[in-house]
């Protein structure tokens, strides 16, 4: 295993120098794509990271929070919809992400939640939130909701499961990502490949992200140093159930709307939620896959609007 650990470092490095469009860490791609009506900006969130970011609307603050493989563009078929039914929309890339720079580490959930929390109390001086989040933001936004309750007040978690003791077996390919550097020098070249593998197979509509949004996504994930803050999440997951492990202890009364695909995760989000959170209402989008806000954006806006305005 030390043989094999070292070799994929070795690879790793080759990668990196080789791989196309490759940027230094803490460099963010350059020209990020257009949230209609909302602003692009930049903040220094401090420990050496800047957070992109787009912002929009008056009303009650709601911090929009994306998945892998993907960037804040994500909820570009929902954030505008929100900025115009009355509410500032917030819409962070993620560190490792996006316009935002890419650390060494830090991609436990706890740390990604405390950069975008930052953000919103530090720079923009917003107290109370509404949080939604998807996939590993759906996480995030998990451990916001867990560590500081009193500043959320309502939490939606699409597509997501907060790993646990009590959480469902990891799937296959979390293992690939896992080995340092391993991922990294195998995708090299590669990128565009292998992410539209998971944009294919985990939708349950093949063209919901279709050649020009992986065009923007492969911005920031088009070089082994772009895809390794993906890999990255993988490889903190052992202080995540080491932090929800606590928290089970004592469950927050956050209101919670979990919302699984028909054909991702279903009502498993709901589920591995209620350890964690004592008031989790569930459903389940018949004929939807993973990518929920970018297949379902309008069945999505109709279930969480009621939610979020009460």
């Given at each position: ?107 436990d959930r706890l740390t990604m ?66 080995a340092p550097g391993f991922a ?107 990518f929920v806000p970018e297949e ?15």
């Amino acid at each position: 295993m030390r043989r094999l650990s070292r070799l994929a470092m070795k690879l790793a490095s080759i990668a990196v120098l080789a791989g196309p469009g490759s940027a230094s860490p803490g460099a963010p791609p350059r020209a990020e794509p257009v949230l209609p009506g909302l602003e692009s900006r930049t903040a220094d969130v401090g420990q050496g990271v800047v957070l992109h970011y787009w912002t929009g609307g008056s009303g009650p603050a709601v911090v929009l929070l994306h998945g892998w493989p993907e960037t804040g563009y994500a909820w570009r078929k929902i954030a505008p919809q929100l900025a115009a039914k009355g509410f500032r929309v917030i819409v962070p890339d993620l560190r490792g992400f996006g316009g935002s720079s890419r650390p060494e580490g830090g991609y436990d959930r706890l740390t990604m939640a405390e950069d975008v929390r930052r953000l919103v109390r530090d720079t923009m001086k917003i107290g109370s939130v509404l949080l939604v989040g998807h996939d590993w933001g759906g996480s995030t936004a998990a451990a916001w909701a867990l560590a500081h309750p009193d500043e959320v007040k309502r939490l939606v978690v699409i597509e997501a499961q907060p790993r646990g003791p009590w959480s469902k077996p990891e799937p296959w390919f979390y293992a690939f990502h896992r080995a340092p550097g391993f991922a990294e020098a195998m995708t090299a070249g590669r990128e565009r490949t292998y992410l539209s593998w998971f944009y294919r197979n985990f939708a349950a509509r093949p063209d919901a992200i279709g050649p020009e949004e992986v065009d923007i996504y492969l911005r920031s994930y088009g070089s082994p140093e772009g895809m390794r803050p993906g890999f990255e999440l993988v490889r903190a997951l052992p202080k995540d159930v080491e932090v929800n492990s606590k928290a089970a202890t004592h469950p927050v009364s956050v209101p919670t709307l979990a919302i699984g695909g028909g054909k991702g995760m279903g009502a498993a989000v709901g589920e591995n939620l209620k350890p964690l959170f004592s008031r989790v209402d569930s459903l389940v989008l018949r004929g939807v896959g993973h990518f929920v806000p970018e297949e379902a954006p309008d069945e999505l806006l109709q279930s969480i609007l009621p939610f979020l305005s009460s």
